[in-house]
């Protein structure tokens, strides 16, 4: 008969902090049941017992196609279901930044499109840049959505894992931008509620450690939601595009145009 093994205080800990978060309730309020805000048609918002629903079933998708690897393709890549249950939990009602120490490489890079093309690196600059998110909205939760992730594995045994999911709250304060710290500039909130759809992913190398990643999302259609940004059908926007047509036959003709004083 097969012995079990006895799982640490910290596994136990990591277990019960990730069961907490399955269950845990953050929206201040009940989503409006569509939400179109200035954008071109109305989406359906996830309430917060269809987001939960969603995130278990993810898990145990995510599960099943990490035990294929192991079982099947022979890279034993189990770890990663406990490496993505604590990640996961460490953002559930706020950040614990500790365990975020825990999982991250003290050098990992990343980047988001308020980072500007700039790339963040270690660890507290990560946290930063998420704690922008969690000022700017205090009710803010994030949710993994079912059939929506891959994972890849190398030869060598480097992961992949790349997913998109739902981040939805009550846009209260301004979104700070890079570097994402107090007193950096930021897009103003209203109070409006929104869900947003991001893509994330992360590298990981052949010892386990998360190295770099990115977030990539649309703030076009975060400020349209919320009505920050007027609709493409608006006067308003059809005149942005058009001080951009301008702007653009400038830089065209500039280009053309000899270098003065060139040969």
Known sequence: MPTKTRKSAQQLEDERKYDAALGRRILRKAPPTY?????????RCLNEEELIAGTQQFFRETEEQLRFYTDNLGHDVMWFNDWLR???AAWSGGIDEAAVWEVLSPTVSYKDPLSFGRTMVGVQAFIDYNQAFFDAAPDL???ALPGMAAINVTPSGELLFMARYVGCGHWDEPLRMYPFTPGSKGIPGNGAFTQLYPVDRYHFNADGVMSHGETLWDPLDALQLIKALPSDESLVFKSLVKAGSVASVATKVRRKLPLVGGK
Do not use: F, I, T
Request: proline share 0%.
């Open 35 to 43: 939400l179109q805000g200035n954008r071109g048609e109305a989406v």
């Open 86 to 88: 604590k990640y996961w």
């Open 141 to 143: 939760r994030y949710d």
